[in-house]
């Protein structure tokens, strides 16, 4: 953020200070994302907020329309998010209810996973309970597209090197083209795209606080599932994810969610969802550090490859696929 973006900022929490007793001083950074936008925390003398969140989103890079409409949607249906107190659209300066700061990645253990899990597939439930056609931009054959593409040109070309053969070509072409249709072929819902233990605070009522959903879509039914336990910052053993999944499966099918009568379809559909999402993740997180010089995510690479290559090894039509994605490896892994 410029200095000249921090001295609006100012400005603008300054005239709102009669309404919630701002203490400016106290103003400083929350968090960051991997976006344009910023968070900041200030303190209030309002006994009701004791605490508030500022976000900065530059209007030019990132419309406050899609997190105002996404925050509505789902606050509708009854999830814990933001909620929003006072906007500025032109400047793109929202002031939003503070979730707190413990992230379910901070938290998260052998002994309080399966809590925390629990809350996080009702929360899960309850938003695609409330699924509408046409309300979200579709998940549709050229996103998804767009996102595998970032596989081959950020992480294998620019990040690595490696230019593929005409048959790795083709064989990368055919995989893309067998995921994709595995991903259109679900059934389709609200889709928060970042559903992880980053995105989820842990709150004392209606647990979790959900954010960072701007970017929500409609669209294949595993997206979030996958995105949550096959999370690109923690790992469990697969076991416990098995078992995880076939709860959020019991749990939708109970409620009417349009899942398969068989769990082990609806194991694969979420195995083929989140190598869609793995490959993209691999061309976004090199993006981050060669576009943007964010080399932060670097190290969550090999968690997201092991992901990637032992979904690929455990179907045939795949294999191809796995031996490009094991030719990345680090020697001497």
Excluded: C
């Amino acid at each position: 953020m410029t200095d000249a973006r921090l001295d609006t900022l100012r400005t603008w929490l300054k005239g709102l200070n009669p309404s919630w007793q701002l203490d400016l001083p106290t103003l400083a950074p929350a968090s960051a994302d991997a976006s344009f936008r910023r968070y900041f925390r200030i303190e209030s003398k309002n006994p009701d907020f004791p605490t508030l969140i500022v976000m900065d989103a530059p209007p030019q890079h990132e419309p406050l329309d899609s997190f105002i409409k996404v925050d509505l949607l789902l606050q509708d249906a009854g999830l814990n998010v933001p909620k929003i107190l006072e906007t500025s659209i032109e400047e793109g300066f929202l002031l939003l209810n503070d979730l707190g700061n413990k992230t379910y990645l901070a938290e998260l253990n052998d002994g309080s996973a399966d809590h925390l899990y629990r809350d996080a597939t009702h929360a899960l439930v309850q938003m695609q309970l409330a699924s509408k056609p046409n309300i979200l931009p579709k998940y549709d054959e050229a996103l998804l597209q767009r996102e595998l593409d970032l596989f081959p040109e950020w992480y294998l070309q620019k990040h690595l090197h490696i230019e593929l053969t005409e048959l790795q070509n083709f064989q990368l072409k055919q995989a893309f083209e067998l995921i994709i249709e595995n991903n259109l072929a679900q059934e389709k819902v609200y889709v928060h795209r970042d559903y992880h233990s980053r995105n989820l605070m842990v709150t004392s009522r209606n647990n979790p606080g959900v954010i960072d959903f701007q970017d929500a879509v409609y669209g294949p039914i595993t997206y979030d599932a996958s995105s949550l336990w096959r999370d690109a910052y923690i790992a469990w053993p697969e076991e416990r994810v098995i078992d995880w999944v076939i709860k959020f499966w019991e749990e939708g099918r109970k409620v009417g969610l349009p899942m398969p009568n068989d769990f082990g379809q609806f194991y694969r559909d979420f195995e083929w969802m989140g190598l869609q999402r793995h490959l993209k993740i691999l061309g976004i997180f090199a993006r981050l550090f060669h576009r943007d010089g964010k080399d932060g995510y670097l190290k969550d690479i090999p968690l997201v490859l092991e992901y990637a290559i032992t979904t690929a090894n455990r179907y045939i039509e795949l294999k191809p696929l796995a031996r490009i994605l094991e030719s990345t490896r680090p020697t001497g892994d």
